[in-house]
């Protein structure tokens, strides 16, 4: 059986305030937005995308209504570094929460942080 080449583009994050959520991912976070439009009549939500800075990976700020309670959660959603505890300086320094602040464990390092609306995200190293 031949393999199938997939890889993850795009990852969901819902959020209940999609303006104050963009401005945090662009403006603290630094990533690029990539789309904003309309996904009905007026006061629908938007679709809207972010990207990463030097990376593939695409965020999608969603506010789907009957999804809320997961709004200020630990989200499924890991991000990559090259050196944990400079990103951790870098992103204080732009006022991002950190609850876990980092520390080497046994599977590498690891730090956890918030965005505008308490969503928790795991930060890791990559390895050599």
Do not use: H
Not at 12 to 26: G, I, M, P, Y
């Amino acid at each position: 059986m031949s393999q199938v080449a997939l890889q993850v583009g795009k990852v969901s994050l819902n959020v209940s305030d999609q303006d104050a959520a963009k401005r945090f991912w662009v403006e603290k976070m630094g990533f690029e937005e990539v789309l904003d439009t309309p996904m009905g009549e007026a006061g629908s939500p938007r679709w809207i995308e972010v990207r990463a800075p030097g990376d593939g990976i695409t965020l999608i700020l969603f506010s789907q209504r009957f999804d809320m309670e997961k709004v200020g959660s630990l989200n499924n959603v890991l991000f990559t570094c090259d050196d944990v505890q400079r990103t951790y300086a870098e992103l204080s320094a732009r006022g991002i929460d950190f609850p876990d602040k980092p520390a080497q464990q046994e599977w590498g390092w690891w730090a956890t942080f918030r965005d505008n609306e308490g969503n928790f995200y795991g930060l890791t190293q990559r390895n050599p």
